[in-house]
């Protein structure tokens, strides 16, 4: 029977399953497997349409791949979340039923496009909806990081404070200085937007090709990847991982990078050279990085870029909103229905 309760050994907590839709008809419906506890609104949504049969892995931690390709045989969609790789062998697992491919993340990095598209198989994901909650992340890392306050909350909790001193703990400002944006899009915009009241002075951009109507919003200046490396004083990367961005954040961008500069990403660790931007922080290349993002996630504790004053690292939070993960489910959730329905999804990638 579809419905099953999976004892899954110690660290992992029995994984319950939920099954929804008709009973008389259930047989018939679109097998789905969703790979982890969404929230809410999503679930909400699988439930009521009575369109689908599922099963989820209900569970915050991700579901074991052993697991994950047992549940995905034959099913007709899967829900995933970035930490699943959907690759040719899972898709090969899943079989010929599997029409529909939806994740609850703006970003695909862990599915294989290109096995995806070979087997027809339509991708929805979650642009838009996560924009405002990851711009104002960003924004808040950035002034964290710029204006030291993890170092300076643990100065306060640890008796470093002592009087008042006047070249103490300062940091860098926006005003008057110069923002570049790695990546233009939705996002990138959004951060300009928020940055623009701090009195920033002049936003700059790189990107495969000038993206006019995007930069017209926010009066941005389209560059090359040196000079935008050169002139930032705020460099935020916005970019997806692709084949062509992976490791671009390297020493040779990190060497033409002033002094005083902070460099953040949201986007994705693959981005980054992480030993490279060690040797940049740590030497005084450049003056700090805020990474939300890191490879692998999560960062080992033991991971030498924690022991950096001027590093300041987050666990993949960005889009992190009671609000914002809701929606991204329900998104997610209308996405894997309408394929399943052979609609267009609300929102689709284009394969
Ligand atoms: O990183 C988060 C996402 O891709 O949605």
Same mark, same amino acid.
């Given at each position: 029977m579809w419905c099953s309760r999976t004892a899954l050994?110690?660290?992992?907590r029995i994984a319950p399953c939920t099954v929804t839709g008709h009973h008389r008809a259930m047989s018939a419906l679109p097998k789905v497997y969703v790979t982890r506890r969404i929230p809410p609104d999503?679930?909400?949504i699988l439930r009521k349409s009575g369109q689908v049969q599922f099963e989820l892995w209900d569970s915050d931690d991700p579901v074991p791949r052993v697991e994950l390709l047992n549940k995905v045989k034959g099913c007709d969609g899967i829900l995933c979340v970035l930490t699943e790789k959907i690759d040719a062998q899972l898709l090969d697992v899943a079989g010929p039923n599997l029409k529909v491919l939806s994740t609850m993340s703006v970003g695909y990095d862990h599915l294989s496009l290109e096995e995806l598209k070979k087997r027809g198989i339509r991708v929805g994901y979650t642009p838009e909806v996560l924009t405002d909650a990851v711009a104002e992340l960003t924004v808040a890392l950035l002034l964290?990081?710029?204006?030291?306050?993890? &170092?300076?909350?643990?100065e306060a909790k640890t008796g470093g404070w002592g009087t008042w001193r006047t070249m103490w703990l300062c940091g860098h400002e926006l005003a008057n200085s110069t923002v570049g944006i790695l990546g233009l899009g939705r996002i990138g915009v959004a951060i300009a937007e928020r940055l623009k009241p701090f009195k920033v002075k002049k936003f700059i951009y790189t990107d495969v090709e000038p993206r006019? &109507?995007?930069?017209?919003?926010i009066n941005a200046e389209y560059v090359s990847l040196d000079e935008l490396a050169k002139q930032s004083d705020f460099l935020a990367i916005c970019c997806a991982l692709t084949p062509e961005t992976h490791g671009i954040c390297n020493w040779n961008l990190f060497s033409k990078m002033k002094k005083n500069a902070i460099f953040i990403n949201t986007s994705r660790g693959g981005v980054v050279n992480q030993e490279d931007l060690y040797e940049a922080l740590s030497t005084g290349l450049i003056a700090g990085a805020g990474l939300d993002v890191t490879t692998p996630e999560p960062l080992?504790?033991?991971h030498p870029l924690y022991t950096l004053k001027n590093c300041v690292i987050l666990p993949h939070i960005a889009s992190a909103s009671y609000t914002t993960r809701n929606a991204?489910?329900?998104?997610?959730?209308n996405n894997l229905l309408a394929g399943l329905r052979g609609e267009a999804m609300p929102k689709e990638l284009k394969l």
């Open positions: 050994g110690r660290l992992q999503g679930l909400d964290a990081t710029s204006r030291r306050l993890i &170092e300076a909350t643990h006019t &109507e995007l930069a017209n919003m080992p504790t033991h991204m489910s329900a998104l997610a959730a």
